[in-house]
Structures are given as structure tokens and as C-alpha cells.
């Protein structure tokens, strides 16, 4: 994908309204500290356009980029991070419901996980609340350069089981460090834009 423009056109909050937008939008969720804004730079190909944290819970606002003026990524707070309180916590879970049951342009959701470990409790309710909604996600594997070759299939396997995955779900590994698996994703935003 050739990118041309890249432009952070509207950040909400928690009281803000999501916008109308008529460009399709692509949504990226998963836990704090997954690797949702490192993910949206890579495919933006920027180094640091979408701030990252090694602290987790750095993206506290749904972010709307725009791309060619052709669609959007939108970015999305992390779940599940211990050291906010429990209200927070809620007051996020609901943002990210939020957006995902009003958005009207949404083409899809790509739900991120981290590919070391099993998917935890919060993934899972994540992918299940997500489905109960009639989408259906996109698994990306994140932190690929994190694992051996060797310990590919099982940790794949594992996040299949973990998740419930069906036979045919999708889960396309994905590392920012080493850009391996960005053609896959991009290949497929194409193909998720012709529908
Ligand atoms: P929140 O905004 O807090 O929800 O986190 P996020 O999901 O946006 O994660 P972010 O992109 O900020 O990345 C979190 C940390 O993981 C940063 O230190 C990144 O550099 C690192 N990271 C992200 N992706 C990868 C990856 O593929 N490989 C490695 N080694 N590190 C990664
Ligand atoms: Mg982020």
C-alpha cells in the first residue's frame, strides 16, 4: 500500500461524540501495551506518529487517522491495565463499546494479541463480546520478533484454543520491530475496501 498523507484528524474522549466520518474505518483493539499504536505506525509508514509507551495504558482516546483521504485507522485504548481503578477501567471498557457499536463506517476490527502468551480472560471476553455483535475480528499476533521460529505453530495453536477460535479465523502474526507480516495486513485492508 502506498501511503501518501497521514493525519491525525479527531481524538475523542470520554464524553466526546464520535464523528460521522463517510471514509471506511479500521479499527485496532487489544490490551494495553499490545502494540495497537506501534501496529498503526507501521502501517502508516511512520516511526512515531501515533504515540507509544514501553508503560502501558498510553492511548486513552479513540484516535481517528486519516490515510490518503481514503480511509481511516482508529486506534483505540488499551483494556485490561492493572494500575488504572476499576471505574477507569469501566469508563474505557464502555468508550470502546462506544465506538464500536455506533461507528457506521467500521470495515472491519482487528483484535490484537500478544503472540508469547495465552490470550488472557479479558481478550477472550473482548473476542466473544465482539462476535456476539456479529463482527468478526481479525487476530493479529503481535511482538513476533519476541519468539522463536521454531515456537511459531504452538504459540499460534495456543492463542486459537485460548480464544475459541473457529477452524477458519484468521490470526496473521505481526511484529513492529521487524515490519514482518505488514504486506498480509495491508494486502488484506485492500481487499477489506474493495467490499
Ligand atoms: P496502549 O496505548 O497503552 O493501550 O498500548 P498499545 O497497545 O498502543 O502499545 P504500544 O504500541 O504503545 O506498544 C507498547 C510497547 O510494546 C512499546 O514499548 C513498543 O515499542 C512495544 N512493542 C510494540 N510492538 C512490538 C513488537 O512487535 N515487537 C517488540 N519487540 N516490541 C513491540
Ligand atoms: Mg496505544
Not at 466520518?21 to 498503526?40: D, Q, R, T, Y
Not at 477507569?88 to 503472540?115: C, N, P
Not at 511482538?143 to 522463536?148: T, Y
Amino acid at each position: 500500500m502506498i501511503i501518501k498523507t497521514v493525519n491525525l484528524e479527531t481524538v475523542c474522549g470520554i464524553t466526546s461524540t464520535f464523528p460521522e466520518n463517510i471514509l471506511p474505518e479500521f479499527a485496532f483493539a487489544g490490551k494495553s501495551n499490545v502494540g495497537k499504536s506501534s501496529l498503526i505506525n507501521a502501517l502508516m509508514n511512520r516511526k512515531a506518529y501515533a504515540r507509544t509507551s514501553a508503560q502501558p495504558g498510553k492511548t486513552q482516546t479513540v484516535n481517528f487517522y486519516n490515510i490518503n483521504d481514503a480511509f481511516y485507522y482508529v486506534d483505540l485504548p488499551g483494556y485490561g491495565y492493572a494500575k488504572v481503578s476499576l471505574q477507569e477501567k469501566e469508563r474505557w471498557g464502555k468508550m470502546i463499546e462506544r465506538y464500536l457499536h455506533t461507528s457506521r463506517q467500521l470495515r472491519a476490527v482487528f483484535l490484537l494479541v500478544d503472540i508469547r502468551h495465552e490470550p488472557s480472560a479479558n481478550d477472550k471476553m473482548m473476542y466473544e463480546w465482539m462476535v456476539y455483535h456479529g463482527y468478526a475480528p481479525v487476530i493479529i499476533a503481535t511482538k513476533l520478533d519476541k519468539i522463536k521460529r521454531s515456537q511459531l505453530q504452538k504459540q499460534l495453536k495456543l492463542i486459537r484454543s485460548g480464544l475459541g477460535l473457529k477452524g477458519e479465523s484468521l490470526i496473521l502474526p505481526f511484529s513492529a520491530e521487524t515490519k514482518q507480516g505488514r504486506e498480509e495486513i495491508w494486502a488484506l485492508l485492500e481487499e477489506l475496501m474493495q467490499e
